[in-house]
């Protein structure tokens, strides 16, 4: 599985974009990004995954470079219960699908 | 609410002590994975079910702990002679196969080893 790199800790305004950035340069061809959020005493929640082409559902969206070594997850109008820790995991499909989770992005959305 | 139910909530036991916990996951998937997230970590994988095989555990899943799922509906983790190590969350998830990578997770169980 891909080793992906998160920056600890962002902060973002209530209604703004926040932009949340991974790297994972040591991606292979058939290794998906997939993208997972921690609300506080919760479970993980799927959000989003990609390959190659970018991604919309009706959480966020999901842009990856075009030599897929980073992507960025956006959640276009960030809420206060948006107020979590965004985990960035690259993967295969077809196996067990197990999740390698790092220490993620501790999302802080301010009023 | 995912539909992923885990019981108990919160087990405060002795160290030395057998603790159990249980995982019923969404009726229709067929995937259940068990995960443990110490404090400011991501979670861990400890191991999955397709139906009622176990078809992989990791390393860290030690000798004390064992995990079952007898029809491939609920599962259980047994922890064996409990350690202040093994204080943590302790997740469960499912998903269907074929969509594995989105997987509903439980609240999970919290264990505090004194």
């Known amino acids: 599985d891909a080793k992906t790199t998160q920056p600890p800790s962002m902060d973002c305004a209530e209604g703004r974009a926040a932009n949340l950035p991974c790297n994972h340069s040591t991606i292979s061809g058939n290794e998906y990004v997939y993208w997972y959020r921690q609300i506080h005493s919760q479970g993980p929640q799927y959000i989003i995954h990609?390959?190659?082409n970018n991604e919309t559902n009706e959480m966020a969206s999901l842009i990856i470079t075009e030599d897929r070594k980073s992507s960025t997850l956006i959640l276009p109008h960030a809420t206060l219960r948006d107020t979590a820790v965004y985990y960035c995991?690259?993967?295969?499909?077809?196996?067990?699908?197990?999740?390698?989770f790092g220490k993620g992005t501790k999302l802080t959305v301010n009023p | 609410d995912t539909g992923v139910s885990q019981d108990p909530r919160h087990k405060i036991t002795k160290r030395g002590q057998n603790v159990t916990f249980r995982c019923d996951p969404i009726s229709e998937h067929n995937r259940l994975y068990w995960y443990r997230q110490t404090l400011g970590q991501g979670p861990e994988f400890l191991t999955y079910?397709?139906?009622?095989?176990?078809?992989?555990k990791s390393r860290l899943l030690s000798d004390r702990f064992s995990a079952e799922r007898p029809k491939g509906s609920f599962s259980t983790l047994e922890i064996q002679r409990t350690e202040q190590g093994d204080s943590a969350m302790y997740l469960c998830a499912s998903s269907p196969t074929g969509i594995s990578y989105e997987q509903y997770f439980g609240p999970g169980t919290r264990l505090t080893v004194t």
């Open positions: 990609g390959l190659k």
């Open positions: 079910f397709q139906n009622e095989a176990q078809l992989e």
């Open positions: 995991i690259g993967g295969t499909q077809g196996g067990s699908e197990k999740l390698v």
